[in-house]
């Protein structure tokens, strides 16, 4: 009997901020195809380990690293760890993200400089970390090997607001427009060696970085209205994306963004003649 495909199988990949909502999903999805999973998370050591939990109940591969994506040697430790445990590093899904929101003008700098820290320059510390493991293992094996795959593969996640300005939240609008420049400047510069660099730009989806606006019926329903699909996203439907760009279906796909919005960036306050 052939078996379902499993597009991942044997791959190693690295799901930051995975022990909740996207990168939760992320990595249950990769798991489920094959991977061997780096679960890791930063402070809640129990979610973390629920979501390892999960992939070897159902017959998965992974481990769980404890890191903080924007200290660089707790970086350069998972990276070390999940190579030492695998063998190696197929994937990077540069996950991990948070929101600290203000009003510009009582923004502290310490909220400003907490964002940035997470959202930049934890993607800095994660894709060049993965980058330089990618360029280490294609030196190791370029007298064997003659696919003309790519040899490692990236995602960071960004957001609709790295084109849909955020009043409120200019410190995480900010983060995810750096992420778009930074994401195709590395693309760039990493395609002759053969990794591709991409990233994801989710609309609203339901996990607890938003919960205050889908528990409130009455601020959901204002979520709704910017949506054409009339619909909050799911974290499986950012998963199944991620998914895509990180395999060979998208071999040729280098640094662009995917919306996975439901169409918020279609500017749903012109569907009626604006
Ligand atoms: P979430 O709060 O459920 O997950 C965020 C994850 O990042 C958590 O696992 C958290 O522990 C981890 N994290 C935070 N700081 C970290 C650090 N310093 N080091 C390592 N991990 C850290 O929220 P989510 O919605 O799943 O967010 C995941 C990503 O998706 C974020 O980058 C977020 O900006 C992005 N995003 C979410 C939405 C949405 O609507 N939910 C939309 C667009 C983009």
Request: aromatic content about 8%; glycine content about 8%.
């Amino acid at each position: 009997m052939i078996g379902p495909e499993l597009k991942f199988k044997d791959q190693v990949v690295i799901v930051t901020g995975s022990s909740s909502g996207i990168g939760r999903a992320c990595a249950l999805h990769f798991a489920n195809n094959g991977a061997h999973v780096v679960v890791n998370y930063s402070s809640n050591a129990e979610a973390g380990q629920k979501v390892l939990n999960e992939i070897l109940s159902n017959g998965g591969s992974g481990i769980l690293v404890k890191a903080d994506v924007s200290k660089e040697d707790e970086v350069k430790a998972m990276f070390s760890e999940a190579v030492n445990r695998f063998g190696k590093l197929d994937v990077l899904i540069s996950n991990a993200g948070l929101q600290q929101d203000s009003s510009f003008l009582e923004m502290t700098l310490e909220q400003w400089q907490k964002v940035i820290d997470v959202n930049l320059t934890g993607q800095f510390l994660c894709c060049r970390a993965a980058a330089q493991q990618f360029v280490a293992q294609q030196e190791a094996t370029k007298e064997t090997s003659h696919s003309e795959l790519a040899i490692g593969k990236i995602v960071l996640m960004s957001s609709v607001h790295d084109v849909i300005p955020w009043a409120g939240h200019v410190n995480y609008a900010a983060s995810k427009g750096g992420i778009m420049m930074f994401m195709k400047s590395i693309s760039q510069e990493l395609a002759p060696y053969k990794i591709r660099v991409n990233s994801v730009s989710p609309g609203a989806i339901k996990t607890p970085i938003n919960k205050e606006v889908w528990s409130d019926p009455t601020k959901y329903q204002g979520l709704l209205e910017l949506i054409p699909y009339k619909r909050i996203g799911t974290p499986q439907d950012v998963a199944k994306a991620v998914a895509w760009l990180a395999s060979d279906d998208s071999d040729y796909v280098n640094g662009e963004t995917l919306y996975i919005d439901g169409g918020m960036t279609l500017y749903p306050e012109f569907a009626d003649n604006g």
